[in-house]
């Protein structure tokens, strides 16, 4: 029965996407998991976000909440203080859930209470919702403990997870004034007191289409550095020295091969090429950058 199952509250925060809201709230209500809430978070839309809501408020499953524009995090706060579940899940505007993707989740749980975070694979999709890849089947995951490979490299997607409240009971929400990558803090932050796990198939379809934020590179970069920085500073000793040095090493080239491949910024690239072996002299992937910009190669 329903009762018998944890409460999941799933928060849709919500700005000028009237086009493609209807689906994702669809594709929560159509949960093969029936005990759900759906908090919809409108940050202040300009479009018909309220026409396209409308058809949604008889289900009393449904809570839709208006707030001036705040921005994302301020609207996923918001809906995870007004929410009720034991367990929170996120879903943006533009995307979707796969229908079994909470009955595969929730049940990790039980296995320990030390247990955070559940998280799983995407498939990305079109404007037009057309499939256009998966998660490769040789992407790396990682469970349990994953603060040393998380400062690496966030592998965790956003609209995969389902958290335990007791999460942000404990560490707080999303930080209010990052622009960008207000889901690498939270995980980083997350990693330090519970484990990880995740579903090892595609449970999200990830909508890709231009002028989305995601595709701010550069931005994601330049936040994600202060990201790193900051969580140093608050949680020191939770990284040991050669992931740190693992992990610079890998953001500077990435950060390099945004600036070569994306704008042509040869000189900033080799600079940050050079940053990266500063920290880790052998790091190949930094050497191989240098010698494809010297070749031309892009």
Not at 40 to 53: A, L, M
Not at 66 to 78: I, W
């Amino acid at each position: 029965m329903m009762s018998d199952k944890p409460l999941v509250s799933a928060v849709i925060a919500a700005y000028n996407m009237a086009e493609y809201l209807p689906l994702a709230v669809r594709s929560v209500l159509a949960q093969s998991y029936k005990n759900i809430e759906v908090l919809i978070v409108d940050d202040g839309s300009t479009d018909n976000t309220r026409e396209v809501v409308e058809e949604f408020l008889g289900d009393p499953r449904i809570n839709y909440i208006v707030q001036e524009n705040k921005g994302q995090a301020a609207a996923k706060n918001r809906g995870v203080y007004e929410s009720s579940g034991e367990y929170i899940a996120f879903l943006d505007a533009d995307d979707m859930w796969a229908p079994e993707k909470l009955d595969l989740q929730i049940p990790i749980f039980s296995r320990s209470k030390a247990l955070g975070v559940v998280y799983a694979k995407l498939i990305c999709i079109d404007e037009k919702g057309e499939e256009l890849l998966a998660m490769p089947d040789n992407y790396v995951l990682f469970r349990g403990r994953v603060s040393n490979p998380l400062f690496i490299r966030n592998f965790i997607r956003f609209g995969t997870v389902v958290i335990r409240r007791e999460c942000f009971e404990r560490l707080g929400g999303f930080k209010e004034y990052i622009r960008m990558g207000i889901d690498y803090d939270l995980w980083l932050r997350f990693s330090t007191q519970y484990e990880f796990d995740y579903v090892d198939r595609p449970l999200l379809y990830y909508r890709v289409w231009p002028g989305q934020m995601s595709n701010n590179f550069k931005g994601r970069y330049l936040n994600g550095i202060e990201i790193m920085k900051s969580f140093l500073q608050e949680f020191p000793g939770v990284i040991d020295e050669k992931t740190e040095k693992e992990a610079w090493a890998h953001t500077y080239v990435g950060f390099g091969q945004c600036l070569r491949k994306s704008d042509r910024q040869i000189g900033p690239a080799l600079g940050f090429y050079v940053r990266a072996l500063s920290h880790k002299l052998n790091y190949l992937p930094a050497w191989r950058a240098i010698i494809a910009t010297f070749l031309g190669i892009k």
